[in-house]
Nanobody, 123 residues
Framework: QVQLVESGGGLVLAGGSLRLSCAAS????????MGWFRQAPGKEREFVAA???????YSADSVKGRFTISRDNAKNTVYLQMNSLKPEDTAVYYC?????????????????WGQGTQVTVSS
């Protein structure tokens, strides 16, 4: 089992920045990809960004150039640096981990999830 704990959410003005962190514990050797997803009220959970153990990075078009995902394998921690935030980025952000199999952009490929952290961007 893998446990994930997120931190770093909050309230920020449009154009501001936040950094989310996600610390993994437990059977971390089973983790290959780590990702961030978000879910706004009344909407489906959507892919934000993912990073593979070997360092390959993927991100949604809606956040390219603004959000950066990074990973510290020694600390079993993944980060999401969010810059130039927009009101439409408001959502609960979830950290997730998956083994090698499955697509990085599909939420049902991930078998471990954090509790979520609220990000609110006001205009």
């Amino acid at each position: 089992q893998v446990q994930l704990v997120e931190s770093g959410g909050g309230l920020v003005l449009a154009g501001g920045s936040l950094r989310l962190s996600c610390a993994a514990s437990g059977r971390t050797s089973s983790i290959y990809d780590m990702g961030w997803f978000r879910q706004a009220p009344g909407k489906e959970r959507e892919f934000v960004a993912a990073i593979r153990r070997i360092g390959s990075i993927y991100s949604a078009d809606s956040v390219k150039g603004r959000f950066t995902i990074s990973r510290d394998n020694a600390k079993n921690t993944v980060y999401l640096q969010m810059n130039s935030l927009k009101p439409e980025d408001t959502a609960v952000y979830y950290c997730a981990a998956k083994p090698y199999s499955g697509s990085y952009y599909l939420h049902n490929s991930y078998d471990s999830w954090g509790q979520g952290t609220q990000v609110t961007v006001s205009s």
